[in-house]
Every structure is written in structure tokens, then in C-alpha cells.
């Protein structure tokens, strides 16, 4: 550990900066406060004032607060005023403006509640007034809409006007300036137009929208640009468009929201989050998650605690050309998030609110009663002990139901024999006495040639069996629940000038649709900016979240895996602990309040910054940033657990704390030479430090439940053990970047980051990433001026190499390990080398490529962007050492992995008239992810299951044919001709009807490990989302669609044993030939080859929200003295489309299926749900 670096880089600082802190946090106080108190408005019109000799600034500031009236200036103009002295009681406003304005160089026009300040025509001296000339028009939209607040300018003139609110404008001109003047319209979010006067004093306009992706200001790191200008890949997330998709965290509501961004939920239990991957895989061993930057502060723990609402924008920086900026840390892509901001002006307040109702979006398909009777019959004849002596005796088999034979099958529990027992007619029912006498059928021809067959007794008659009178027990219903989540947000934001500042305050309350499941998060967030002059400013944005989270038991997959003929209470209501009378199988419903697993998470995200304005042009910021967060967990198994089973219980206590911080220098120069050449230069310099400690107690034979995992060490009777771990590294970087534009058409972009960290050596103890791009504005051309329908059209390519700091602190210096040795003849307990030095080891690299096109079409009616990629990685593996090393393995940088992928972003206006406008975007992202090299031999790594080719997370085993039939045992049949004639091998319980087929890859006739193949990947082939959205007037319909094409996943191992419960197959039987499962075995549990039948194709398409809202109109909002006003109702993963029936594709994470002996059971992490949810939102 480099203390010298902490005591220079903390330690000497730590005084300034907590200074600095204080101030800050003291700041944000007043500001708040300032700001609660300017939202006290009174909305009379008449003004009192008493001043003298005071600025114009502060009479308006005084207007302002009385009146609610907002003042439009330029600076340059308020400079030419004098001050004045003023003295008036409850006068109207325009009799005030008349008096304050008396004598001073400007005049002024009135618009809605805005005054707009405009300078006075100049006078010519020693000429007679001109008569001026009245221009009249209106000014609509392409739709005919009428646009207020639009400016009108007379160029080269003083001469400006406004239009009103049904767009109609009235601009006073000296008549000498109409002839061939030149009236110039502007308007924010539209082309500013010149139109040149003839004859005619009527001028209308119809304004065209301007591109808003050109005009849209992204984050690219340390820095904003317009979108225009951007050269590299930058994706921007509509955050208002994904605000509708209810959700609990953000990674969970980026799902389909960004090409080449692929989000899948890590489980759906309350609080969960989501893997986030930019553009695949890129790391064998390292991390393979993207950067988070909040505010401009890079964030080392989850972005989930932030609450989505308080979040103004995600910009998604994808290629190197856009990362390398970020050095070691920027592989991966990095999602910058910008939280919401105070804004000068009146404020607002915001409230929204929601509830919803949550069910299951697919329930298990388990055997009911009957079925699972005869499912465990089947499993008996698969095992030629289908009799009443439950043995293998050849002629005793039976085949068709048979009470003598059920009586000993489910007589362990006489609730469950008595269910079974209720669908035969009996005469006569004595089973002490072995009497079974039932109505009976006689049995068909083909029947009897069935048993002939099987070798077992031919029958004449078999008894007459009714399934329908066997009950069910739904287990499922008492694991089940209708789940709920509230989420309710307060904000109050606006300022002045020079105070600004924005505060929430969230809640979400989330009850899982499994009980013992749910979540619990309150969320603060505050950001204040003081700007005292023009050239200083001083700013901090904080935010924190304390959540508690209980995972529980998941008591549905076990309740699911009971059997339906048992029941978890007996007949006067004492709970069941063995339900059916057999110990493997336990009762899961005390698990609610005997399972816990509880964790406690509280974070602080906070950062304050500094900016002064040195020169025109050149700025210098300096920020703080910590990221702090600790988390406590506690698990509790009682008793009467299904864990415990009736043993003592145990606990655990695991504590973890973190703490991040970042200081950032930056000086910034922008400017523009000779009008055609604009410059940007960026210089930073950056520390940063992590520590991280942890905490761990457990203990067995807990004296008393009820203090669960508090005082462990005085509750057990067991053995208590303690752990604990601690970490740290520091990083400290230099970057560089220079942005040149020529003539706003052709644009360079160069950056270079060095970081030098702790966790290397000495030899390697830095890295540089340098990054260059370019741009060319086509439609800035002057041969594009005649293509009309071309609104923007941008080339541009990038290419740059950025680091994964996957290195763990410590690694490079070799590591110790506390062992035993014999110190004479007692053992003796020291340390002893476990991992050798390293120090040739650096970071992983990746080198990207990136080739880009961003196009408008048609006046705004089509717009996105098309995007193709290369990206390599150098690896870090371990690499085995003979054993006479004394080590088992070496960390090395050996490997290769590329992606490449085209990604497409289509957003269109497809109807915009007459009120209505419906809106569609498209998402599509394909990535091809393959590992290229491991050790230069070419050769795979089967042990961790890395092949040269394949995605680094791959399939590898046999390839399923379907199921042997009693045809392939005949002549000319497979099992015939091929292993048992050819190969000798007709024993071999493997090759027989009704077991697992697999492909004989090799022709040798043995099944063994050279017939293995690969068989795919969990990683989608491609992934895309389609948004439509329509709207009239104040209502809105849209709906949201995601989805993935491709992709395995592997569907659980059923048990077939006839003992268990079991999703509802579809298996082979003598009189079912299907292609699907094999023969249930009563001695096979786990079947030859049942790896290789259980992967399927993930694909799916899945309806994420069909939201339909509605927005008070304006008419109506000022009756009852509100901004806004708005109801919605959302259905929230209403549908799933998928070939795969079993469970929800997206919860069944990857698991390999290697080594053949392993018998690890896949399953899904969770359960997915659909909602119902009635949302409000209000603004004052």
C-alpha cells in the first residue's frame, strides 16, 4: 500500500476540504431555504416599492416576487441604465414599469408573464421622424399550430417583436427599411428563417422544427458538447420516454432504451437490479460492467439507490474514441447520469405517485393429483417394480393402474393412499388382509399385446380406474400472493440567477409476489448552484438512499416441488413438517418468518465543485466527489425452516463498508478564430482513492430464535466464526482532449488519459489511452443546400484504446496465506507464499474501432442513427505452472477476445396533424462476441470452458437427437443396427427405448467426451425494442415492446425418480413415444446425457408497458391554480411471447453445464410478475 500517496493526496488535503465541505453543506441549507421562501408568490397585480437610488437588477428582483412577473435582458443593455429612486403603494404594475423605465435607453413589451427589455431606436440628428410601417403576420407550426413567445427582427435593426399567443406579431419599422429588409424568425427548437419584404406588410411563417438531436447538449465526459458536433458514439436516453416503463431502479428502466445496450434482470425479487453489458463481453476474468459517472463523478458502487425520477439525463458513451477519457476504467462503455438541476425562475413543485398490483406472469404447470399418481406409477414400471411387493419379480409386473400395487406404492401416508385409493370402484376393501376387490374392464387386444411385449402377464381383465376423483392439493396458491409496489415523489426546484437549487424526497415500498419477499427505499437528493457573479460559481449535488431489502426463502419453487396428493396441515390444523410422510420432502410454508435474509444498505453519492471564469473563454473547475456506502446483512434459519428441518437454527452477521472519493482539477478553453475555426482544449487532473473493509460472524445451535443474528457470540452453543477483509488502491491521472471545428462541417477530436495506480508494480505502474475521432457535417455542405429533404447528415469515425482495471490491490506484489507447519513436534500456525510476484502484469486493453452515420429526413419525420464496430481486448488469465513450482497457477496477460456489431436507432413522426401525432422509435443491436486467442496455440480451454470462436460464456456439451423408440430396437433401427450389432454394446442401459438420444459425433458407436460439440450461447443474437406512442390533445396511448432473438438457456433437470413433484412433461412411455423426456426411472433420478436435453431456445418478445394517460388541459389547470395535472394507468409486462413455456427466459441466468459427472441443477433466480399500475402526477 502507497501511504505516501494517501498522505499526499488525502491526508494534506483533508483540511481545505472538509472547509470546503462545510461551506458547501451550509450553501445547500440556505439555498433551500431561499428557495421554500421564494415559492411564497403573490399573484396581485398591483406592486409596492420603496428604493432609492438602487440598480434596475433589484427593482426587477423586487417585481419579481410581487407579481410573478420574469424580465427578459441582455446584460450588455442593462449596463447603459442608470439607478433610480422609487416610492410607491399598491400602484399597477404598468404604472411602475412607466416610471422606472422614464429616461432609460430601452423600452419594453409585455408577453404572457414575461417583460421583455428591448433597446430604443436610434434617433437620427437633425432629420424630421420617418412615419414608421406597421409588419403584420402569423407564425404557425408545419401542422398549422400557432406559436407564441416566436422573436421577429428586423435585420440590421434595433426594430424587434413577439408574437402573441395565437402567433400573431405587430413590428413597428422606419419606413425606410421596408424595402427589401430582411425579417429574421427565431424560435428555440425551431430553424431560425429569413424572409425578405417586398410590397406587402403581411408576413405569415410557417417554422420548421430544428433536428433535436443537433440541437441536444450530451454529456462526452468532463465535459457537454452538442449533439451536432459529437464525433464519437454517444447514445442519449429519452428519460422522459423512460419514465413511463414503471421501475425500481434505473438499470432495470435502461432496458431497450439504447442500441448496443443489453440489460437483463438479475432477478425480479423487490429491489433487484439488472447486468448492464455496452457492446458484449470483452473480459475473461475482470468485469465486464460499464463505468458509472454521476454528475461528472465516476461511481464505484450501485447506481440502483438513485431514485430514476431524480434523473435529467443518460447519455451512454460506447466506443473508445468516447471512453478513453476515462482510462483504465472506460472498457466497458460508460453511462454518464445527470441529476436534475434548480433552474433560475419560479418554482415548481412536483409531486407523482403510483400504485400497483403484482401477479405472476407464469405459474409452474406441475402435475396435479391424478397426474402425479400416474407419473409415479410410470417411474415404477420404467423400473420393473410396479407390483404389490413393490419388486422386480418379472411376473408380478402390472402396467395399468392396480390397487394391490398402489396400496403398497403410496400407503407411506394414509391421507395420500386415501386420495389414490378414491379413484377405483371397490367392492370389497380390506387391505389388512390383502383384499382389493374393484370393478374391472376386460382388457383390449392391443392391450394384451402391449403387456406380451413388456413381458409381463397377460391380463383379461385390469380395473376400472377414475383419475377425475383423485384431489389436488395447489400448493402454489399458499405460496403466491398479489404483490404491490408504491412509489411516491416529492420535488421542489427554481431560484434566481444567482441561487438555484433542486430537492426530492422518494419512497418505494415494494411487496413481492412471494411473501417474505419485499423492499423498502427512502431517497434525498438536493442540488444547489451559487453563482454570485457572472465569472465565479460555486455548486453540490448530493444524494442518498437507505433501503432494506429481505430476499427471504423462495417458498414458491418449493411449494411447487410438493406433492399434490400430501397437504402441509393434517386434520386438526397442526402444521406438517414431512408432508406425505417422506423426510427429503419438507414443508416450505414456515419459511416466511423462519427464513431471513435481510440486508441494509445506506449510500451517499455527493459531490461539490468550484468554477471561475479566468479569461474569456478559459475556465477553471475543481470537484470533489465521494462515494460512501455501507451495508449490514443478517441470515436466519429457525428450526421449523425447511433449511433446518427440525435441527437447531444458525445465523450470520456480514458488514461491509466503502468509501470512494475523487478530486478533479479541470481547465477548459473554448473559442472561435476568424468566425469558420472553433476550439476546445481540456486539461484534467484527477485522484482518486478506495478502501474498502468488510466484516463477517456466523454461528449453529442458536439458544434463543428471537434474537436471530444479533448477539451471536452469547447465543450459540455452536462454534462462532469471524472473518474480516480490507482493501485499497489509488489511481491518479492526466488527461488531455482538443476539439477543432472548421466551418461547423468537419470536426477532430484527439484525448489521451495516463493513469497510474497502485495495484501495479513498480515496473508497470501506469498506462496511457489515446483516443482520436472525426466528423464531417455533409448537410453543411453547400451541394447538399438543394437536397431539401435532408435535414442532418453526419459522418463520423473513431478509434481508441481504453483499460479494464480488473487487478485485484495486492496482486502484483505476491500474496500470503495463513497455513500450518510442524514446528518440532507441535504444529505451528504462520504465513506462507500462495501467489507469486507479478510484475510484468497490467491492465487488460481494448482497442476499438467505430464507424458512425447520423441523418434527419424530412423536416424532423425521420431521424437516427447507424453505427458498425470493431473492438479486441488483450486478456488476463491464469495460467497453470507444473506442480514442482509450488504454485498452482500464474496471472498472465494472455488472450484475445473481439466483438464486432452494427447497431440502428430509427426514431419517425409518422401523423402530426390536427392535434394528433403518433411517434414510433426502433432499437437494434447485434454483437458477434468471439474469443480469437487463449495461449497462441489455438487451443480451447475446455476446464473453464473457453473456446477459440465462441463467446466467452458458451455451451459445450452433447447434442440431443430426441428419445430412443421400440423401433430403433428393431432390425434396421438405430439402437439395433448401429450399438448393438456393430458395437456390441445391447446391454448398455444407456441404449435402450425410452432413453436420452445423443449424437455419435466420431462414428465410433461409444458415447464419451470427443462427441461433445458447442452447442451455442446464453448471449442473444440480437436484441432490439420498438416504442409507438400516439396522442390527442391531453391523452396519451403508447406501448412499449423489447425483444431478443437467440441465445440457450437451460431448462431445470426434472426429477423422473417418481418420488418428487415435477414441472408437467411430456415423457416417454410404452403407449407415449415422445421425443421430448425420457422413461421416468424410479432408479434413475438423474438420466444419462440430461444435460443435453434441457437447452432451449431463449428467444422471446415481451411487452414491457402499455401506458395510456391523460394531461388536464391549460384551461382548466389555471381554474384550480396548477401547472400541471396528469392521470395514468400502466400495464407493466402485461404479455411474453417465447417457444420456451417452462419459466420466463430472462430468469434463467447462465449455468454451465460442464463437467458431465456435475449434477448442479439450473434454475431461475426469480420469478417475473405483471402490474397494474394507477399513476398521478401534479406540478404548482
Known sequence: ????????????????????????????????????????????????????????????????????????????????????????????????????????????????????????????????????????????????????????????????????????????????????????????????????????????????????????????????????????????????????????????????????????????????????????????????????????????????????????????????????????????????????????????????????????????????????????????????????????????????????????????????????????????????????????????????????????????????????????????????????????????????????????????????????????????????????????SAGSNITYANAIQNTGSDIYSAASGQLPLAEPYDSSGNFVLFPGNDSNIINPLNDVTNIINENRVSHLLANVYVQANIYKGLTLKSTFGADVSSARNGTFNGSISSSRAGGAANASFNTSSNLTWTLQNQLSYSTTIGKKHDLSVTAVQELLKDRRDSTNASAAGLNYESQRWYSLQNNATGVVTYKGGYSQYQLASFLGRVIYAYNSRYILTLAERYDGSSVLSEQHKGKAFPSGSVAWRIDQENFMRAVNFVDQLKLRGGIGSVGNSGIRPYLTNGTLNLSYYNFGVSPAQGYAPNGLPLPDLTWEKTVTKNI?????????????????????????????????????????NLGKVRNRGIEVALSTVNINQGGFKWTTDFVFSKNNEAITSLDGSGNNNVSSQWFIGAPIRSYYDYKKQGIFQNSDALPGGILYDYFWKKAGNKANTALQPGRIRVQDLNGDTTITEADKTLLGSPNPQWTGSINSTLSYKGFELSAFVYISHGGLVRDPRPSLVGRYQSIKLNYWTPTNPSNDYPQPNLTSDIPLYWQANGFRDGSFIRVRSILLSYQLPASLLNKIKMRSLSFSVNAVNPFLFSKYKTYDPETMPYSSSYPSSSTNNPGPTSYSYRSLVFGIKAGL
Open 852 to 892: 458512425g452515420l447520423d441523418y434527419g429526413l424530412f423536416k424532423g419525420r425521420i431521424s437516427g442513427s447507424i453505427d458498425v464496430y470493431e473492438s479486441n481486448s488483450n486478456e488476463i488469465q491464469p495460467q497453470k505452472l507444473p506442480d514442482a513450482s509450488g504454485y498452482s497457477n500464474i496471472t498472465v
Open 1 to 536: 500500500m502507497n501511504f505516501n500517496f494517501y498522505y499526499e493526496c488525502f491526508y494534506r488535503l483533508r483540511k481545505p476540504v472538509f472547509k470546503t465541505l462545510l461551506i458547501m453543506k451550509l450553501t445547500t441549507v440556505i439555498l433551500l431555504v431561499c428557495s421554500m421562501h421564494v415559492s411564497a408568490i403573490s399573484y396581485s397585480q398591483t406592486v409596492t416599492l420603496s428604493e432609492k437610488n438602487v440598480s434596475l437588477q433589484k427593482i426587477f428582483q423586487q417585481i419579481n416576487k410581487q407579481v410573478n412577473y420574469s424580465f427578459l435582458y441582455t446584460d450588455e443593455l442593462l449596463q447603459k441604465t442608470k439607478k433610480i429612486s422609487i416610492e410607491v403603494k399598491d400602484v399597477p404594475l404598468e404604472t411602475v414599469l412607466k416610471e422606472c423605465f422614464a429616461g432609460q435607453p430601452f423600452t419594453y413589451q409585455i408577453f404572457d408573464k414575461t417583460i421583455i427589455l428591448k433597446p430604443k431606436a436610434d434617433l437620427m440628428d437633425n432629420a424630421p421622424p420617418v412615419p414608421p410601417v406597421t409588419i403584420t403576420g402569423k407564425i404557425t407550426d408545419e401542422t398549422g399550430q400557432p406559436l407564441p413567445g416566436v422573436s421577429v427582427k428586423l435585420k440590421g435593426t434595433n426594430a424587434v417583436a413577439v408574437s402573441d399567443g395565437n402567433g400573431s406579431y405587430n413590428l413597428h419599422v422606419p419606413d425606410d427599411n421596408v424595402q427589401n429588409g430582411v425579417l429574421i424568425f427565431s424560435f428555440i427548437g425551431f430553424r431560425t428563417q429569413e424572409v425578405t419584404l417586398g410590397t406587402s406588410l403581411v408576413v405569415d411563417v410557417k417554422l420548421i422544427p430544428e433536428s433535436r438531436s443537433l440541437s441536444e447538449v450530451v454529456v462526452i465526459g468532463y465535459g457537454t458538447q452538442k449533439r451536432g458536433d459529437v464525433s464519437s458514439a454517444i447514445a442519449s436516453v429519452n428519460v422522459e420516454k423512460m419514465d413511463k416503463v414503471p421501475a425500481a431502479n434505473l438499470s432495470t428502466a435502461l432496458q431497450g432504451q439504447a442500441p448496443g445496450l443489453v440489460v437483463r434482470p438479475s432477478s425480479y425479487r423487490p429491489g433487484a437490479g439488472s447486468a448492464i453489458r455496452i457492446r458484449g463481453n470483452r473480459s475473461l476474468n475482470a468485469t465486464n460492467d460499464p463505468l458509472f459517472v454521476v454528475d461528472g463523478v465516476p461511481v464505484s458502487y450501485s447506481i440502483d439507490d438513485i431514485n430514476p425520477l431524480d434523473i435529467e439525463s443518460v447519455d451512454i458513451l460506447k466506443d473508445a474514441s468516447a471512453t478513453a477519457i476515462y482510462g483504465s476504467r472506460g472498457a466497458n462503455g460508460v453511462i454518464q447520469i445527470t441529476t436534475k438541476k434548480g433552474k433560475a425562475g419560479k418554482v415548481t413543485v412536483n409531486y407523482s405517485g403510483s400504485t400497483s398490483f403484482d401477479n405472476i406472469l407464469r405459474k409452474l404447470n406441475v402435475f396435479d393429483g391424478p397426474d402425479y399418481a400416474q407419473f409415479k406409477r410410470d417411474a415404477y414400471v420404467g423400473g420393473k417394480s410396479y407390483n404389490s411387493g413393490l419388486s422386480t419379480t418379472s411376473s408380478s409386473q402390472r402396467y395399468f393402474p392396480d390397487p394391490a400395487s398402489d396400496y403398497k406404492l403410496f400407503g407411506a401416508d394414509p391421507n395420500v393412499l386415501n386420495k389414490v385409493m378414491a379413484g377405483y370402484s371397490f367392492t370389497k376393501y380390506d387391505p389388512t388382509n390383502g383384499i382389493f376387490d374393484v370393478a374391472t374392464r376386460p382388457t383390449t387386444d392391443a392391450e394384451k399385446a402391449l403387456l406380451s411385449s413388456l413381458g409381463y402377464p397377460v391380463l383379461d381383465n385390469v380395473a376400472i380406474y377414475d383419475a377425475s376423483k383423485v384431489p389436488t392439493f395447489d400448493w402454489q396458491s399458499k405460496a403466491l400472493r398479489t404483490g404491490s409496489t408504491q412509489n411516491h415523489n416529492f420535488s421542489i426546484a427554481g431560484g434566481s440567477e444567482k441561487f438555484s437549487n433542486a430537492f426530492s424526497l422518494g419512497y418505494l415500498k415494494q411487496n413481492g409476489i412471494i411473501p417474505g419477499q419485499d423492499y423498502r427505499r427512502y431517497s434525498i437528493s438536493n442540488s444547489a448552484t451559487f453563482r454570485p457573479v457572472s465569472y465565479f
